[in-house]
């Protein structure tokens, strides 16, 4: 069945609608992470050391914890993907208000920069990511080149209401499903491994085969926070472990060769 005129006009205007809001943080952060990481030069060296020396594949630095409150007791599940895919925005979360997911009051836009080490296969887009090379060495001594993808992304927060596991299990599985590259029905501009996790509260929700428990190591900073999440490993202090919940294609990153148990 065709869609009515009118309804594929308010379609539009609630695509512009959430896209005005990803334009809003791109404008004001811009695409460059070395941009936005500038007074955090502490943070990153700290994240450097830990890509160097196999203890992670990458780490996130926010300006304000509350553009991904992971140790937040809220139910709560957090989206991101490259800030300069406004359009990409609009369409995903329009696309879940039509289908009656989400209502406009449960989203929320934050920003975070990432550094990961590359993966083979990864779609690479030199308008949204920087590339370059670290230097990291092995456990046997030897060291490595590896390339690293550096970024700005936009953070989407969803806020599931209280106590209502079909509307949570609803937002997860639409963003695993249509948020993935290849996959029938995929929102343009997704991601080959989509980056979704979830607040530990959630744990009894979420099916643990598509949405494993994994670890956000949290170093604060005044206002800002660098992020490294591990399957299992707990930094000691003065890092901050937090339990949280992550889909199953970013875990299967986190335990890559990349990183040692």
Request: hydrophobic share 40%; no cysteine; proline share 6%.
């Amino acid at each position: 069945m065709r869609e009515a005129p009118e309804s594929a006009g308010m379609f539009a205007e609630r695509v512009q609608f959430y896209q005005d809001q990803a334009d809003q943080l791109l404008k004001r952060y811009g695409r460059e992470f070395t941009s936005f990481v500038t007074g955090k030069e502490n943070l990153v060296n700290i994240g450097d050391t830990y890509l160097r020396t196999y203890a992670a594949t990458g780490y996130n630095i926010l300006h304000r914890r509350m553009d991904m409150p992971l140790a937040s007791k809220a139910p709560l599940i957090f989206y991101g993907n490259y800030i300069g895919l406004t359009h990409h925005f609009g369409l995903l979360l329009a696309t879940m208000e039509q289908d009656d997911i989400i209502t406009r009051d449960q989203v929320r836009f934050g920003v975070r920069s990432a550094k990961v080490l590359w993966k083979p296969g990864w779609r690479y887009n030199p308008a949204l990511v920087q590339r370059g090379v670290i230097q990291r060495i092995s456990p046997q001594g030897e060291t490595l080149e590896h390339e690293v993808l550096q970024s700005v992304e936009t953070v989407v927060t969803f806020s599931p209401r209280t106590n209502d596991a079909d509307q949570t299990i609803a937002i997860a599985r639409f963003l695993k499903q249509r948020a993935k590259y290849g996959t029938p029905g995929a929102i343009e501009d997704s991601n080959v491994d989509p980056d979704i996790r979830a607040t530990a509260v959630l744990r009894d929700v979420l099916p643990v085969s598509e949405f494993p428990n994994a670890i956000a190591n949290i170093h604060t900073i005044g206002q800002s926070q660098m992020i490294v999440l591990r399957k299992e490993t707990s930094f000691p202090r003065p890092w901050r472990a937090e339990p949280i919940e992550a889909n199953e294609e970013l875990i299967g990153y986190l335990i890559g060769e990349g990183v040692l148990p």
